[in-house]
């Protein structure tokens, strides 16, 4: 795994390489769009839609860290990776048009409390005023991984306490019994206990692992998301976690796919910041027919294929004959940052 600090700096990529590339004038408005404009990572429920968000764009600087612009918008470094196969987030060229998946299709389960989907390292909260907030995740890494089930909220802390489990101090023998708040403590300013012993929902000391499989189980986010989230969640929110790699939905009237990475292609994002294409995954196919029903026939079937083999991680339009991604038609201001 490519370590997070103390990287050599290594010379800069050429801006000729492949990849979208915009005239003076919309390099200009994306620089002014880019000062004032921020994420959007709470939507409001849309009726008989399975789709919150949209697709936007950045565009790279020479002195941009695209795991900055990642934390910016509430995305992690592997997501992005996945859907701009081979671009360097820590040395990207400059003059790139990155494509941010802020669009995302909601999960297969009951759209109240918590829904943590494993597969895509995002978190969903469906607030009783309606509203939804999705937010990128940290998980456990593997021989450590984040559990399957339902559990809920037991309770809540601010600046917490960490005691490390017997199992981690065993991996790690210099660790103090306790670790008090502060500057130090691997769970941040806020912390969400799940009924699940030893296992949470927390802030971080090290951003850059979120969005990735890092943890030793917990369930980590940003520490500026973890704080405001921290506010509205009450203590009993029921809590689901599931591993849905391929997600379908409806919006507008027509159906939509979502496929990510399996785990074995995260690791591969991890090194090589590109991945290995595999083919669909078994029963993806039967999955999509079943949630078309009756309109299976008006489905696309060579771009189901061909995403399922991509694995790009944000939703594509797979039946009708629009254009097939979320706002991706044509690049506007609004769409720049």
């Known amino acids: 795994m490519r370590p997070m600090s103390g990287r050599k700096p290594r010379p800069r990529p050429s801006a000729a390489g492949k990849g979208p590339r915009l005239g003076r004038r919309a390099l200009l408005l994306a620089g002014l769009s880019a000062a004032t404009l921020g994420p959007a990572a709470v939507w409001a429920a849309r009726p008989g839609s399975d789709l919150i968000g949209r697709l936007r764009f950045h565009l790279t600087r020479r002195e941009d860290v695209l ?24 040395i990207p060229p400059p003059d790139r048009l990155v494509l941010l998946p802020t669009a995302h299709l909601l999960p297969d389960a009951p759209r109240r409390g918590i829904v943590i989907n494993l597969a895509e390292l995002r978190l969903y909260y469906f607030r009783p005023d309606g ?9 456990g890494r593997q021989g450590r991984e984040t559990p399957l089930g339902t559990t809920r909220i037991v ?27 502060g500057p130090d ?19 971080t000391i090290k951003p850059y692992g979120v ?11 940003y520490p500026e ?41 995260l690791e591969e994002l991890e090194i090589r910041y590109t ?32 995403e399922l083999v991509a694995r790009r991680g944000y939703p594509v339009r797979i039946t009708g004959s629009r254009p097939r991604t979320v706002n991706t038609a044509a690049v506007s201001l609004g769409d720049l940052y």
């Open 67 to 90: 795991l900055d612009v990642a934390r910016r918008w509430d995305l992690g470094m592997l997501e992005l990776s996945a859907a701009n196969p081979g671009i360097d987030p820590w």
């Open 131 to 139: 509203v939804i907030e999705t937010h990128a995740i940290g998980i």
């Open 155 to 181: 309770r809540k802390a601010k600046n917490p306490t960490w005691y490390p489990p017997a199992s981690i101090r065993r991996e790690d023998p210099s660790l103090p019994r306790v670790v008090p708040p």
């Open 185 to 203: 403590n691997p769970l941040g300013t806020r912390a969400l206990y799940l009924g699940w012993p030893s296992y949470l929902i927390h802030g």
């Open 211 to 221: 969005g990735r499989r890092v943890s030793a189980g917990c369930i980590r986010m």
């Open 225 to 265: 998301q973890i704080e405001s989230m921290y506010e509205r969640v009450p203590i009993g929110t029921p809590v689901r976690v599931l591993e849905q790699t391929i997600k379908v939905g409806w919006h507008e009237g027509e159906l939509w796919l979502e496929a990510h990475p399996d785990y074995d292609q």
């Open 275 to 306: 991945m290995t294409p595999k083919p669909p995954p078994a029963g993806a196919f039967d999955h999509i027919r079943r949630k078309a029903g009756e309109r299976a026939h008006e489905i696309d079937w060579d771009r189901v294929e061909a």
